[in-house]
């Protein structure tokens, strides 16, 4: 059954993602289509034409909206000048040169992403700048005719197989607020810091899941590119490993410091830290949007309802089967784990895969947080947070929200005294431990992530609309910015108290 929620919210916006490339590839089809056309009625100068003013309307859109790669528009701006020039069959080698043009585009994405097929492109523009000169200077005007057109149906190919790499991947423009714009559902009493971040890294897919940072301060993030990336402190791509198959779990890194990958595809991945692969398991069937990682070892649910156990060694085993639809990763502590079922059952389970208890709550899009008072926290779609009793399964007490609650609770425990979090639509909750309402938060969009204490106590939350907030232990606001796009993973906070968040947008922005 479709439920509201973080994990419907993402595979939406990944189904549009990959529409919007869809959408993009017949487009180019349709113009290589239309050229064959042309080529057979003798009208190469409509062809050329059609094709240049498309390579106008890419640059004019990549000038206008992503700021940070302009340089590429700037390329696509001079090749549709090279075509429009051609068409007119003017005297100069201005294929060869639209040729290197676009090779150098290709050769500037490789240096960015460290993607192959930019890599490939490269070569075979090069190439093909080559064949062009032997063609020019043997008088074959009609096989250049046919060498451009190919070359334009390997590019479609090109692109129309990559993962998230489409020509319309915008960077939104972000505004610079000079008040308390976003905020205005809430009277700001105490003054607060507009904090603009930096942008420190950059993918080209949307992030769902938090990065990982060692201790030498290099970040390694998972994007919805299926790549594996990893960065310096100061912004370097160190290097990047295509996964194949998109990720929303991780990277997770154990004691050693190597770290764990794991995919939608069903495959566990472990690494050093320098990216040589160790090993890989295959679950061989579609795994949850998200895993864990407990004393080294890999926890990961399938959504036919199969919990496996992978060790530090890449061994598998399959610890328990609930034959229900499984969407959430499993809870898994010292004495059981807990698994999330449909129509709202919790369950608990011994280490060794026996059934302790279970309870039918409401439907829930997000897993429990379990105290150090031995009680599981949840917030459910009925507009509950529960306090449940983790030895018996008895519910302890609820806590009534306005809106459907769709991400999970947080704990903190400050001078002795423990609070949990809860973000239900656009505001967020401060509780005691015995459910009492201690203060209460406005936002101006829906809350789209879990609250997150890190070590700085401060409390950080992510929207749906792009607002990113710090608010103090009392609730009220540190600092606030507006993001170009919603933020859906929790950030990370490195040694030296820099603030790492991973946006929507395919980028992960510092705050310090």
Known sequence: ME??????????????????????????????????????????????????????????????????????????????????????????????????????????????????????????????SIVEVLLNLSGLNFASYLLLLAYQFLLAHAFSNAWYIDAFYFTPKRKDYTDDKGLESREINSPFELKKPTLMFKTFGEIYSSPFVDSEESVYIVSAD?????????????????????????????????????????????????????????????????????????????????????????????????????????????????????????????????????????????????????????????????SINSKDGSINWGFKTNEKINVSPALDSLDNTEHVYVGSGKELFCLDLNGNLIWKFDMSSEISVSPTVLEDNDIYIGCKGGDYLSLRRDGSVKWYWKMGAGVYAKPVMSKSQKVYVPCTDGNVYLFE
């Open 3 to 128: 439920k509201e929620g973080d994990i419907e919210l993402r595979k939406v916006e990944l189904r549009r993602r990959k529409a919007l490339s869809a959408i993009f590839n017949t487009l180019l089809s349709y113009v290589l289509v239309c050229g064959s056309a042309f080529l057979t009625s003798n009208s190469l100068k409509s062809f050329l034409l059609f094709l240049a003013f498309i390579f106008l309307v890419n640059s004019v859109a990549k000038f206008l909206f992503v700021q940070s790669y302009r340089i590429f528009a700037l390329i696509y701006l001079l090749g549709f000048l090279l075509l429009a020039i051609y068409s007119f069959k003017v005297e100069f080698p201005t294929l060869m040169l639209y040729y290197l043009l676009i090779a150098l585009a290709h050769m500037l994405y490789f240096k960015k992403t460290k993607k192959r097929m930019f890599s490939f492109l490269t070569s075979l523009s090069l190439a093909f």
């Open 226 to 386: 299926a790549t594996f990336y990893k960065y310096a402190f100061d912004g370097t791509l160190l290097w990047s490993i295509e996964l194949g198959s998109e990720s929303f779990s991780g990277p997770f890194a154990d004691k050693y410091g190597n770290l764990y990958i794991v995919d939608n595809g069903g495959e566990v991945r472990k690494y050093t830290i320098n990216g040589e692969k160790l090993w890989s398991s295959r679950i061989g069937k579609t795994l949850t949007f998200s895993a864990v990682l407990v004393d080294d070892k890999i926890y990961v649910m399938t959504f036919d309802g199969n919990l496996y156990e992978v060790n530090s060694q890449g061994t598998k085993r399959k610890l328990l089967s609930i034959s229900e639809y499984i969407e959430l990763n499993p809870l898994v502590t010292e004495e059981g784990m807990y698994i999330l079922a449909s129509e709202g059952k919790l369950y608990k389970f011994s280490i060794d895969g026996n059934e302790i208890w279970h309870l039918v709550t409401g439907f829930v899009s997000a897993m429990p947080v379990l105290g150090s008072d031995g009680n599981l926290y949840i917030g459910c779609e009925d507009k509950f947070l529960y």
